[in-house]
T-cell receptor, first 111, second 113 residues
Framework: GNSVTQMEGPVTLSEEAFLTINCTYTATGYPSLFWYVQYPGEGLQLLLKATKADDKGSNKGFEATYRKETTSFHLEKGSVQVSDSAVYFCALGDSSYKLIFGSGTRLLVRP | EAQVTQNPRYLITVTGKKLTVTCSQNMNHEYMSWYRQDPGLGLRQIYYSMNVEVTDKGDVPEGYKVSRKEKRNFPLILESPSPNQTSLYFC????????????FGSGTRLTVV
């Protein structure tokens, strides 16, 4: 069945460091891919998405490219801020409208 | 403001005491879903609904019930809660079509003692 695998956290970085959070997926067909962010005590917010191969999603300085050949959707940001500290979830949307989530990666950015 | 509203935000209850978590959306979305979030497991789907009076099981439906009598509301019912249902619950709704515009509620933290 469809599944999503994320790198385990926590990921601890200094402010202005480069961020990569790895995400790979297994799916039949042509799923859509998403990154969601969860700030402490809050619900999930859509960060970015890509609906087909080679699409690049971007938002708030974050980017991810839908790579069908490597079944990956890695999240990147060139310079993280303390306010980026949160839990990041990679997710796959299949044809049934269901979202399948990875286990989440906690990011901690230190000043 | 477009939103999904869940209530309550926090709930502590005892084993076996029936409870309902409410969920309401104001975006006229047809699709609604409940997820539970547990450490190390991410979010897992409990139930979903494609439209009024149409509901189906997700990956972890045991011990839960739902109903969809109106388009905007999708309550989650625990008829006899047990400690293994202690979790963080999220309701979500989405648009139809390929945009997959999921909107999540703020969550309900449930503790069953």
């Amino acid at each position: 069945g469809n599944s999503v695998t994320q790198m385990e956290g926590p990921v601890t970085l200094s402010e202005e460091a480069f961020l990569t959070i790895n995400c790979t997926y297994t799916a039949t067909g042509y799923p859509s891919l998403f990154w969601y962010v969860q700030y402490p005590g809050e619900g999930l917010q859509l960060l970015l998405k890509a609906t087909k191969a080679d699409d690049k999603g971007s938002n708030k300085g974050f980017e991810a490219t839908y790579r069908k050949e490597t079944t990956s959707f890695h999240l990147e940001k060139g310079s993280v801020q303390v306010s980026d500290s949160a839990v990041y979830f990679c997710a796959l949307g299949d044809s049934s409208y269901k979202l399948i989530f990875g286990s989440g990666t906690r990011l901690l950015v230190r000043p | 403001e477009a939103q999904v509203t869940q209530n309550p935000r926090y709930l502590i209850t005892v084993t076996g005491k029936k409870l309902t978590v409410t969920c309401s959306q104001n975006m006229n979305h047809e699709y609604m879903s409940w997820y539970r979030q547990d450490p190390g497991l991410g979010l897992r789907q409990i139930y979903y609904s494609m439209n009024v009076e149409v509901t189906d099981k997700g990956d972890v439906p045991e011990g839960y019930k739902v109903s969809r009598k109106e388009k905007r509301n999708f309550p989650l019912i625990l008829e006899s809660p047990s400690p293994n249902q202690t979790s963080l619950y999220f309701c979500a709704s989405r648009e139809t079509g390929a945009n997959y515009g999921y909107t999540f509620g703020s969550g309900t933290r449930l503790t069953v003692v």
